[in-house]
């Protein structure tokens, strides 16, 4: 079992940056790909970025690229979400899931390969 706390999320203006964190206990040795999704009301979850384990590969989703980077630090068995120069259409609760084998690249955005979730974080972005 894997539990997993998000935190950072907050109210923030067009053009500002947060972090999220997302700390893991329990049996993270078991962790492979970490997944960062976001739902925002009435849309569908979303992967938004993803890590595999080491941290040397990343995937991100077209409307986040260059803006958003993951990185995790396996000895603080915590990931991170650097959003920069946030729009108000990035507005949604964000949730990290991991995923207890590698999810192949192609498959990154399928949230059946995720066992376990977060609560999630509100971000909310004003124009």
């Known amino acids: 079992q894997v539990h997993l706390v998000e935190s950072g999320g907050g109210l923030v203006q067009a053009g500002g940056s947060l972090r999220l964190s997302c700390a893991a206990s329990?049996?993270?040795?078991?962790?492979?790909?970490v997944g960062w999704f976001r739902q925002a009301l009435g849309k569908e979850r979303e992967c938004v970025a993803a890590?595999?384990?080491?941290?040397?590969?990343?995937y991100y989703t077209d409307s986040v690229k260059g803006r958003f980077t993951i990185s995790r630090d396996d000895a603080k068995d915590t990931v991170y979400l650097q959003m920069n120069t946030l729009k108000p259409e990035d507005t949604a609760v964000y949730y990290c899931?991991?995923?207890?084998?590698?999810?192949?690249?192609?498959?990154?955005?399928?949230?059946?390969?995720?066992?376990?979730w977060g609560q999630g974080t509100q971000v909310t972005v004003s124009s």
């Open positions: 329990g049996r993270t040795f078991s962790v492979y790909t």
């Open positions: 899931a991991v995923a207890p084998e590698n999810v192949s690249r192609r498959n990154v955005g399928d949230r059946s390969n995720y066992a376990y």
């Open positions: 890590t595999w384990w080491g941290g040397s590969s990343t």
